[in-house]
């Protein structure tokens, strides 16, 4: 009995320390991206919105600095949308997601510093270059750079290459049915060609056996009318007869023979005896 308990105090043991680890190892957890860091990030993004508004607001007057203002707002939630998704990609589209999230971050930070510059006036003012840049560069480097990205990540998003292998296969799918359409239409056109050629030729053939029926027929009513003008024994009603039907005769014509001429008019042929 003693050893039986000693076994149970070390499995129990054993199970206790198990049970530790597994507790140990769910407590356990990776940083994330989330939590301090994001709200961290929120405030940098917000604070630098603000510098890129209040830099093209208080430099250029009226409703275009108001404008500017909101497109720099716009351009700084840009990069926060390519700072929350970079992570979640891959491949090219990825890589292009890093690029424009540093190059817009760099802007809005190059922007804000100037806009620091401004506010705390430690050194020489820059309110005429800053003008000018706000006036006539601003605007279509902030509106080019966002068209930009938004054409380069839809091209390079992975839908935009399942759309253009599905396209591909319809496309290939459209030609062949064009084909096939084609071909049927051909074959029609030969079937009704080949029809027209067999009913020329059967109409041929009803022509020709009628032209043979019309003259068989016409070699027997003429043996008929040879047989019964032969059986005629009397000459005058042959001939009356011969005579109603337009002919003289019912025997082919003969050939007139010329008869020799007699012995005494050959001697005297001028031929045969020539002057001495």
């Not at 993004?45 to 275009?64: R, T």
């Not at 817009?104 to 430690?122: D, N, R």
């Not at 750079?145 to 296969?169: D, F, K, N, P, Q």
Request: proline letters at 4%.
């Amino acid at each position: 009995m003693g050893l039986f308990d000693l076994n149970k105090l070390l499995d129990k043991d054993d199970k206790t320390r198990g049970e530790s680890l597994m507790e140990e190892a769910r407590s356990f957890d990776l940083a994330g991206t989330g939590g301090f860091l994001a709200i961290v990030k929120y405030l940098i993004f917000a604070i630098l919105a603000s510098l890129n508004f209040h830099l093209f607001y208080s430099h250029v007057p009226g409703i275009w600095g108001v404008a500017l203002g909101s497109v720099a707002i716009l351009f700084e939630a840009c990069c926060v949308y390519f700072w929350n998704k970079q992570n979640k990609s891959a491949g090219a589209h990825k890589i292009a997601l890093q690029a424009f999230a540093v190059l817009f971050t760099t802007i809005s930070f190059i922007h804000g510093c100037a806009a620091l510059y401004q506010i705390s006036g430690v050194g020489p003012t820059l309110e005429n270059t800053i003008y000018n840049y706000s006036k006539y560069l601003a605007f279509p480097l902030l509106f080019g750079l966002m068209a930009l990205a938004v054409c380069v990540l839809h091209g390079l998003h992975w839908s935009t290459a399942i759309s253009e292998s599905r396209a591909a296969s319809l496309l290939a799918a459209e030609r062949g049915r064009a084909q096939l359409v084609t071909q049927a239409l051909e074959l029609e056109h030969q079937s009704e060609i080949e029809n027209s050629r067999l009913a020329y030729f059967e109409h041929k053939s009803v022509l020709e056996e009628k032209l043979v029926s019309a003259m068989e027929n016409y070699i027997q009513i003429k043996e008929r009318s040879r047989r019964a003008m032969d059986s005629v024994s009397d000459p005058e009603l042959r001939q009356s007869l011969l005579n109603a039907m337009g002919r003289t005769s019912t025997s082919a014509p003969t050939q007139r023979r010329i008869n020799p001429l007699p012995a005494a008019a050959q001697a005297s042929d001028p031929k045969d005896n020539p002057p001495s």
